[in-house]
């Protein structure tokens, strides 16, 4: 059988086609309009001005800031809490296939609806958050408003409807082990933590990547929550660059807004490109 | 052993009362909240209505001369389309992508694999948008979403597609069918759970998107559902009830669709993601 006959060019014209129109070309475009003052009819060449400019522009130094804050707690307690769900989730309680179900529903909710659900339940006055707080006997807290506060409640319910893909990835992983594994291993008298230690996360490893680098990206380019939650305030408290790039463009500075999104792009090749090296090499071993 | 299930049963019960409380309670306040009238629905608590106020949905709905029918019209074109064509391309891109290791197909695995990673440029996409003379047309936006969500959907494709013995195409073959034919009546079939899989998941993505849309669709022509109820939220801020009986009515699409492929969701990532 001839391989280049059977598996035709043709069937990945397609794909190629729409992805490089609508993604590459555009991509490669933003590297010259980042080097211009730009809208839809007219273009004039400035060279590095507006990265100068952004490098100089408090907000945008402040989103970067926050995403790097948005990756640490946000993509960290993703990997970490959801594969501690997972575990537990393919453990042999028996209301496991409900429960699997009940955490994959925030995925169905959109950004916006979610937005709205957590402005009412963090209200700094009559939310049920804060009517919690207060039965307890703790005083009201604002969540949304305090600007110290704001990143971490947003990060609070970006965990809320992250969960749910990361989780059936590691269910995915966990249950693709050989049960022989664990059998072994209790023979050997391994149990609870030393499972978990010696098989489980060895084994997942891969899983674990998949997590680590779709929640990383998620993080980058995080807007809608954002943008439906705080709006990126108070102030520029809860901004990150994607949602600073946005803010660009509606005034209007389409230079600036495409120079800003060419750093966001390069700073996600930087980051992720050796992350990714390490996590590949890692699991060689 | 005794012990064990009494552990077992501790697992259940912390787990159903934790599920209950973070992920269900929050979907509770938003429905009885929506049947409230104004006053009641502001103090923001999980009290009963005292009167079922099923009135507030038809407000919704009739609000803005039918909006929301015109915005859910152009989302679930918008959704229907995309997904249809990712279907069908993504399939066919991967199984060439798995199929053939050669050089030239390792290439261009990674340069679709490099949309996963970095971001869409947006402002020069709306540039060619209009340079093509399509800007702010339906037609636009599903192309659009179509080329952001196919490094994921490929990757789904090419993961589940290692799993199908190569041998089937080379029986295939021996029988006199070309590869157009192999692939639509031999392999297609066969990729029904991962069709299953890529169909929610990207589904409920581009219904729910409401960055891309923000940026491609302006205008209330071409209104898709997340917009008007971005817009609503300016507006009702006051009336509670009114926007969450809104945003019921948006995920109730999503809830359905996942009600029919639930099971189809794990069992299409076990065979997909993870491999790849």
Same mark, same amino acid.
Request: aromatic share 14%.
């Given at each position: 059988?001839?391989? $280049?006959?059977?598996?035709?060019? %043709? ?45 100089? !522009? ?16 946000? $993509? %960290? ?32 909710? !959109? !950004? ?6 957590? /402005?009412?339940?963090?209200? &700094? $006055? ?14 009201? /807290? ?19 409807? %992250? ?38 996360? &060895? ?22 929550? /954002? ?7 108070? %102030? ?29 792009? /390069? ?6 490109? &050796? ?11 | ?99 053939? @290791?050669?050089?030239?197909? @390792? ?33 636009? =936006? ?12 490929? =990757? ?35 990729? @029904? ?27 209330? @022509? ?55």
């Amino acid at each position: 059988m001839n391989k $280049s006959k059977m598996y035709h060019n %043709g069937f990945v014209f397609p794909v190629i086609l729409i992805f490089s129109i609508f993604f590459i070309i555009p991509m490669v475009i933003s590297f010259y309009f980042s080097l211009t003052v730009w809208n839809l009819d007219s273009v004039r060449f400035i060279g590095l001005d507006n990265f100068k400019t952004l490098l100089h !522009s408090g907000p945008l130094i402040t989103g970067f800031k926050n995403t790097f804050i948005y990756i640490i707690f946000g $993509s %960290g307690g993703v990997t970490v809490i959801s594969f501690m769900i997972a575990v537990f989730l393919t453990s042999r309680i028996r209301t496991k296939n409900l429960l699997r179900s009940v955490v994959f529903f925030p995925n169905l909710v !959109s !950004s916006v609806a979610v937005g709205i659900t957590f /402005i009412a339940l963090m209200h &700094p $006055s009559k939310g049920m958050i804060n009517a919690l707080i207060k039965a307890l006997g703790g005083s009201s /807290i604002s969540f949304l408003g305090d600007p110290k506060i704001a990143i971490f409640s947003t990060i609070a319910v970006m965990l809320w409807k %992250g969960f749910s893909i990361a989780t059936v990835i590691y269910i995915a992983g966990i249950t693709s082990i050989d049960p022989g594994y664990f059998e072994a291993a209790a023979i050997d008298g391994a149990h609870g933590w030393k499972k978990l230690r010696y098989i489980t996360i &060895p084994l997942t490893k891969d899983s674990i990547n998949t997590v680590l680098m779709l929640s990383v990206i998620g993080s980058f380019r995080n807007f809608d929550l /954002i943008w439906a939650l705080t709006g990126g305030g108070p %102030g520029y408290a809860t901004d990150n660059v994607a949602s600073s790039i946005y803010k660009q463009y509606t005034l209007g500075f389409y230079g600036l807004s495409t120079a800003g999104n060419v750093i966001l792009l /390069i700073t996600t090749a930087l980051l992720i490109f &050796p992350l990714q090296r390490l996590l590949r090499g890692k699991g060689d071993e | 052993m005794n012990r064990k299930r009494m552990l077992i049963w501790i697992g259940d019960i912390i787990g159903c009362v934790v599920a209950f409380v973070v992920f269900i309670v929050p979907f509770l306040f938003m429905f009885i909240n929506s049947l409230k009238d104004r006053k009641e629905a502001n103090a923001l608590n999980m009290k009963l209505p005292e009167v079922f106020h099923w009135e507030n949905y038809w407000k919704v709905i009739k609000e803005s001369d039918f909006l929301i029918l015109r915005a859910f019209k152009n989302s679930l074109l918008l959704s229907f389309f995309a997904v249809i064509i990712l279907v069908i391309i993504c399939s066919m891109g991967g199984y060439y992508l798995q199929r053939r @290791k050669d050089r030239l197909s @390792k290439a261009l695995n990674i340069y679709i694999m490099l949309g996963l990673m970095i971001p869409s440029a947006i402002l020069p996409t709306i540039w060619v948008l209009q340079r093509l003379g399509i800007f702010k047309t339906l037609f636009s =936006m599903v192309l659009v979403e179509v080329a952001l969500t196919i490094p994921f959907t490929i =990757m789904l494709y090419i993961g589940y597609m290692s799993g199908i013995p190569s041998e089937l195409e080379e029986s295939a073959y021996i029988d006199g069918c070309g590869p157009g034919k192999t692939f639509w009546l031999v392999i297609f079939p066969l990729l @029904k759970s991962i069709h299953a899989t890529s169909i929610i998941l990207n589904a409920v993505s581009i219904f729910n998107d409401f960055t891309n849309p923000l940026y491609f669709l302006p205008g209330q @022509k071409n209104v898709t559902v997340q917009q008007t109820i971005y817009n609503f939220m300016g507006r009702y801020q006051t009336s509670y009830n009114l926007l969450f009986a809104d945003v019921i009515l948006i995920t109730l699409p999503m809830l359905i669709l996942f009600l029919i492929f639930n099971k189809k969701i794990v069992e299409g990532i076990v065979a997909g993601a993870v491999k790849g």
